[in-house]
């Protein structure tokens, strides 16, 4: 049995260091997590006005995910408000909503100093925003 122990005790403190490291790992969600746009069009470096992937599954999908890593924590599971930020279900419809949108994802918003939402221009990708974009879209209530 005591030949036991050593190894018994170094599979504690790796058990130890496994759950250190996914306590650092959990609060990863405060940091902006890459989206993957590969399999989409590139969209080059100009910013358009319109979302050019309106309806595109594959920006859809990829959208959902970006939102719920990015957004969801101010702005609700699902786009349904958490209550500190804007229900952006209720965003107008086509190019309308895709230019408000695109201002406040590129620029967020800071008042009096305070930074209410951080801007995302320079840490997502054009593409990342309009898949988000396109993913709202699917969620928009009148
Ligand atoms: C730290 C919290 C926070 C995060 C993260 C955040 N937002 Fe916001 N967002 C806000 C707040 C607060 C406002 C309202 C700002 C104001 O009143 O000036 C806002 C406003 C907006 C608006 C304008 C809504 C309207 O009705 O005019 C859009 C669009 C938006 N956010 C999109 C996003 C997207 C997309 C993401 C993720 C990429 C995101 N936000 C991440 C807090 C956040």
């Given at each position: 049995?005591?030949?036991?122990?050593?190894?018994?005790?170094?599979?504690?403190?790796?058990?130890?260091?496994?759950?250190?490291?996914?306590?650092?790992?959990?609060?990863?969600?405060?940091?902006?997590?890459?989206?993957?746009t590969?399999?989409l069009?590139?969209l080059?470096?100009?910013?358009?006005?319109?979302?050019?992937?309106?309806?595109?599954?594959?920006?859809?999908?990829?959208?959902?995910?970006?939102?719920?890593?990015?957004?969801?924590?101010?702005?609700?599971?699902?786009?349904?408000?958490?209550?500190?930020?804007?229900?952006?279900?209720?965003?107008?419809?086509?190019?309308?909503?895709?230019?408000?949108?695109?201002?406040?994802?590129?620029?967020?918003?800071?008042?009096?100093?305070?930074?209410?939402?951080?801007?995302?221009?320079?840490?997502?990708s054009q593409e990342a925003?309009w898949?988000?974009?396109?993913?709202?879209?699917?969620?928009?209530?009148?």
């Open positions: 049995m005591t030949a036991r122990k050593p190894s018994f005790l170094l599979a504690v403190s790796a058990m130890a260091l496994t759950l250190a490291a996914s306590a650092v790992l959990a609060h990863g969600d405060v940091v902006p997590q890459a989206v993957d590969s399999t069009k590139p080059g470096s100009e910013w358009l006005t319109k979302n050019p992937y309106l309806g595109d599954k594959e920006a859809i999908r990829i959208g959902d995910s970006a939102f719920n890593q990015n957004c969801a924590r101010c702005h609700g599971l699902g786009a349904v408000s958490g209550g500190i930020a804007p229900d952006l279900r209720y965003l107008p419809a086509g190019q309308e909503g895709d230019e408000i949108f695109m201002q406040r994802i590129r620029k967020g918003a800071t008042r009096d100093g305070r930074v209410y939402m951080p801007p995302f221009e320079g840490i997502l925003m898949t988000i974009r396109a993913w709202l879209e699917t969620v928009r209530e009148d």
